[in-house]
């Protein structure tokens, strides 16, 4: 049977993938966010999973406002990088997992979760910087992805209770798949961050690493936050950090923070990174 | 309180991007999003003003984009994802965008970046900030 191993939780600034795509990952502005993330490397790497299921969002490349799904699942063979408007950024292609992806869209929708069904997608750096912060840049990503795209771009994003139960039922379907396969899930973006308005720029360190401690300590009291404050505290933007809560509920009640990592600036946005590892 | 009328609207310099904006901007951010293309770009840069004829937006949101008024395109349904795309078109960062609608250099934003960002504090409710900040 197919098992979540672990959780990852990760900012996706751009900014990072450009830094790492032109050489400039040693340069003093970005080695601090890079030495954070060289740990969570040889963890992954030492773990060897078969699958990522990859929730993150798409930032008008995929998606435009024609239509705009809650959430929604991927299940194409592969995923090739998006021209965000400065050309693909000069990574692979991203393999998906059909098998998977079917059983799990399967199951979510029996489960009333209704996802909406992708056949086709352009990944963008949502989904490609985390899987460069933790995989590097090798040349085929070591395991295939299952795409989950939230929106968090046209107010409002689904509740963090409704992301922590989304995390819950991808769990079950999981552990109902036929196939022992080896799965983590990774939940990204955030974390504080305005990137419009007069009040560009909001940082709100104490606000993140509280939520970064109840991760662990108290997920059901993450799962109660408003949007409104996610947006007044960690900034308009921040409110991506609740896509983390589908990562949390897919894991056990009682998780091992292994590792941590948080670090201002990353361009415009604290960067926030953390594994749990069921016990 | 109906659905629509939130207490984000309180919380001052900041424009959520809900239902209203997403309704009063379709048209800006539609043609955002068409620069995703390069040949879109090329033609974008040759001449403005054609390209942006051929989508129905208003013409305040037509000279918001002219002018790269950046902030003005954000009040007229603009969403930040989207009209990063005028950015990227001219070779400017999000760093450059988010410092002109604050009022400052690319240098000075940064710099504040640095000194760990913009504190919440003084910066949660309207009724925090002097009457001309916004």
């Known amino acids: 049977m197919a098992k979540i191993l672990a959780g990852v939780g990760t900012s996706h600034v751009p900014a990072i993938g450009a830094a790492l795509d032109s050489g400039k990952a040693d340069e003093p502005y970005w080695q601090p966010v890079f030495a954070g993330y060289k740990k969570s490397k040889q963890w992954l790497k030492e773990l060897n999973p078969d699958v990522v299921i990859l929730v993150y969002n798409d930032h008008a490349n995929a998606f435009g406002l024609d239509v705009v799904p809650t959430f929604a699942l991927g299940i194409a063979d592969e995923y090739a990088p998006a021209d965000e408007g400065w050309g693909p950024r000069p990574v692979p292609v991203v393999k998906g997992h059909f098998e998977l992806a079917r059983h799990l869209g399967t199951s979510l929708i029996f489960a009333h979760f209704d996802m909406a069904i992708i056949n086709e997608m352009v990944v963008d750096h949502g989904l490609t910087v985390p899987l460069s912060l933790m995989c590097g840049q090798p040349q085929e990503w070591p395991f295939k992805v299952v795409p989950l795209c939230v929106n968090v771009v046209q107010y409002p994003p689904p509740t963090g209770a409704r992301c922590f139960e989304l995390g819950r039922a991808i769990r079950k379907a999981v552990e109902a798949y036929h196939e022992d396969l080896k799965v983590v899930v990774f939940g990204t973006g955030g974390m504080s961050h305005q990137l419009h308005g007069e009040r560009a720029g909001i940082i709100n360190r104490e606000w993140d690493n509280r939520f970064l401690d109840d991760l662990t300590a108290d997920p059901l009291r993450l799962t109660k936050i408003p949007h409104t404050e996610y947006i007044r505290e960690t900034g308009a933007e921040g409110v991506e950090t609740v896509m983390w809560l589908i990562m949390r509920g897919a894991l056990d009640d009682q998780v091992k923070e292994v590792h941590r990592h948080y670090h201002v600036p990353a361009s415009n946005t604290a960067l926030g990174h953390i594994i749990l590892e069921n016990v | ?134």
């Open chain 2, 1 to 134: 309180m109906t659905a629509g009328d939130h207490d984000y609207h309180d919380i001052p310099g900041t424009y959520v991007f809900d239902f209203d904006k997403s309704h009063q901007g379709f048209h800006l951010n539609m043609f955002c999003m068409s620069l995703l293309k390069p040949e879109n770009r090329e033609a974008f840069l040759a001449d403005e003003e054609a390209c942006l004829k051929r989508f129905p937006m208003t013409e305040a949101q037509r000279q918001a984009v002219l002018d790269r008024d950046w902030l003005g395109m954000i009040k007229l349904g603009g969403n930040i994802y989207y009209t990063a795309k005028i950015a990227a078109t001219d070779g400017k960062s999000f760093q450059y965008v988010a410092g002109k609608m604050c009022g400052m250099s690319q240098d000075e934003y940064a710099q504040m970046m640095l000194n760990g960002g913009r504190s919440p504090d003084g910066n949660r409710s309207k009724s925090e900030w002097q009457e001309g900040d916004q």
